[in-house]
């Protein structure tokens, strides 16, 4: 009884917020409901046909592959290597640690707009710079082919602090003696020790920092509504960005549905392999 | 890893790391440069830093007056706090319950609080968004609240921690009379304290940066918080006035940085651990 009185609050607002909305969800993508209309009527896997047999939806799939391909190894290298240097020496880590750390936490939307600046063809610092080194310069927001890799390089930028922090983690729980033994057995060079233990002893961190990774970029949305619209054409569309361009701004309802549980799909199998990954490591420790 | 750098190696990690960090702050040096710089000077095809004519009270002034700038950071204020208040007077409690007392469905709630962590909130905001619209609160404060007052999160960690406490406490606490709430009140939120913060700060910077749900919830200009609010910004702007725009920006992202940069150690604790999850 008690317990019910401290528990319920939450409770109640998890089914009505949570499971009665994801349900809901999955009950839509089967049916013909078009949002304000009085009735439905069930139509099987109608909508997911549809859906995969779109060309933008293909498109976009796709996009989100290649965004997450890229932006995953990009942050995932790049964190590694941050957080082993700042975790080499003893001077200055703190201020290092949060300079990579900013654009985690900065509001992306504005971030965007400063990216935008940065990008812009003629007064833009990159497109100024590449001109001074004689490096081809292009519109990069605008171009098919430049503008998904300029977005995942973005994502890269905004995500790096963030598996950085979690390598210097990692980092820390390694024991010192591991590397005393290492020392002993002649490896006291500094990159005998980073291929002997370091790396090593990283491995299930890393495998967990992938899927991570892998979470945020699958999500990413703020600097493609900002910066592209998805364009152009279909270029930079992203499953985020086409979820909510279906359900939203061409109200499609049933087809929006169908984009949601694909994408709920792809991000609980990611999970699943992250609850692996946890696993893993609790039992290799 | 090793601390003993030959002086070579400490000045190449040196090095590397200030290269790499002054790549990873361009963007805001661009943005806060813009930010100071007459019209006639950001169109000009060379860059310096630092204007030759100083305009950053121009650029600033009209920011905070020709869009509602002030009043978007003051959605942001509210909708946050409202946010965290209610995500922790729900999930405090039924923390308690899950961590202390023992009742039967007490896994199964646990279970639930697992799946609702699962979910990507983006999944459930057409089911929310109707929900919002047939109880007749889109485009108010309550649109940009509703979805967001339990945290399965917060339900989480905050189970976590209270399981650390030991019973004894409990015990001598309700010796001394304490009700229940009294407990979670009195007695595990303030033993709970840095992983209250730690939440606290995931939940702050996740809003307050959130543009999905904002975009979804609400159409009025007098409702948006910062991130939907400076895209309507750029959009007026049509992208010729830079100066005001990335005044503007440097105005949205200042109080997160700032905050960050006095309490570090703590944002990194509690968006490393609410990231997670």
Not at chain 1, 231 to 240: K, R, W, Y
Not at chain 2, 97 to 116: E, H, P
């Amino acid at each position: 009884m008690l317990a019910c009185a401290l528990a319920g609050p939450a409770v109640l607002l998890l089914f009505s917020l949570f499971f009665v909305p994801v349900i809901a969800v999955f009950v839509i993508s089967l049916t013909d409901w078009q949002f304000g209309a009085p009735t439905f009527a069930f139509v099987g896997i109608a909508n997911f046909r549809e859906v995969l047999a779109d060309e933008g939806f293909r498109a976009s799939l796709l996009n989100t592959i290649v965004y997450v391909l890229i932006v995953v190894p990009g942050t995932v290298i790049l964190g590694l290597a941050i957080a082993v240097l700042i975790e080499s020496g003893r001077s200055l880590r703190a201020l290092y640690r949060a300079l990579h750390f900013l654009p985690f936490m900065a509001t992306i939307a504005a971030m965007a707009i400063a990216w935008e600046a940065l990008l812009h063809p003629t007064i833009g610092l990159v497109n100024q710079t590449f001109l001074a080194m004689g490096l081809p310069t292009a519109n990069w927001l605008r171009d098919e082919v430049t503008a998904l890799p300029v977005l995942a390089i973005i994502g890269i930028w905004q995500n790096l602090g963030f598996a950085m922090v979690l390598f210097l983690a990692g980092l820390k729980s390694i024991p010192r003696d591991l590397y005393d033994a290492a020392e002993i057995d002649g490896a006291d060079r500094w990159l005998d020790r980073l291929c002997t233990v370091t790396l090593p002893m990283l491995n299930p961190v890393s495998m967990f920092v992938v899927i991570v990774v892998a979470l945020r970029a699958f999500e990413a949305f703020d600097t493609i509504k900002v910066l592209t619209q998805g364009g152009p054409g279909h270029a930079s569309d992203v499953l985020l960005y086409t979820l909510y361009r279906e359900s939203f701004e061409y109200l499609r309802t049933g087809y929006g549905a169908s984009v949601a549980v694909i994408f709920l799909a792809i991000v609980v199998a990611l999970t699943l392999i992250q609850a692996r990954a946890m696993d893993k490591r609790v039992h290799y420790q | 890893m090793s601390v003993r750098l030959s002086p070579t190696a400490a000045i190449m990690r040196h090095g590397v790391l200030l290269i790499t960090a002054a790549v990873v702050l361009v963007p805001f040096v661009w943005m806060v440069s813009l930010s100071l710089k007459p019209p006639g000077e950001i169109f000009r095809q060379h860059f310096s830093f630092l204007p030759e004519q100083w305009y950053a009270v121009q650029n600033y002034s009209k920011a905070l007056t020709s869009a509602p700038l002030p009043r978007y950071m003051g959605n942001g204020v509210l909708v946050c706090a409202a946010i965290l208040t209610l995500q922790i007077l729900i999930c405090a409690p039924c923390a308690y319950a899950l961590a202390k007392l023992r009742f039967r469905g007490r896994d199964l709630i646990f279970g639930f609080v697992l799946i609702g962590l699962l979910l990507p909130h983006q999944v459930l905001s057409l089911p929310l968004f109707v929900l919002g619209y047939e109880l007749g609160i889109l485009n108010t404060y309550a649109a940009l609240i509703f979805p967001f007052v339990v945290s399965p999160f917060g339900i989480f960690l905050f189970r976590q921690v209270f399981k650390t406490i030991p019973d004894d406490v409990v015990h001598a606490a309700r010796l001394d009379g304490l009700s229940e709430l009294g407990i979670v009140w009195k007695v595990m939120v303030p033993m709970a304290l840095p992983a209250v913060i730690a939440f606290s700060i995931f939940s702050v910077v996740g809003h307050w940066n959130d543009l999905f749900w904002p975009l979804i919830a609400v159409r009025s200009e007098s409702l948006m918080p910062p991130p939907l609010g400076i895209i309507a910004f750029a959009n007026e702007q049509a992208g010729n006035d830079y100066g005001p725009l990335m005044a503007a920006a440097t105005i949205v992202v200042l109080p997160l940085v700032v905050a960050f940069l006095a309490a570090q150690k703590w944002f990194v604790e509690g968006m490393t651990g609410g990231a997670v999850k």
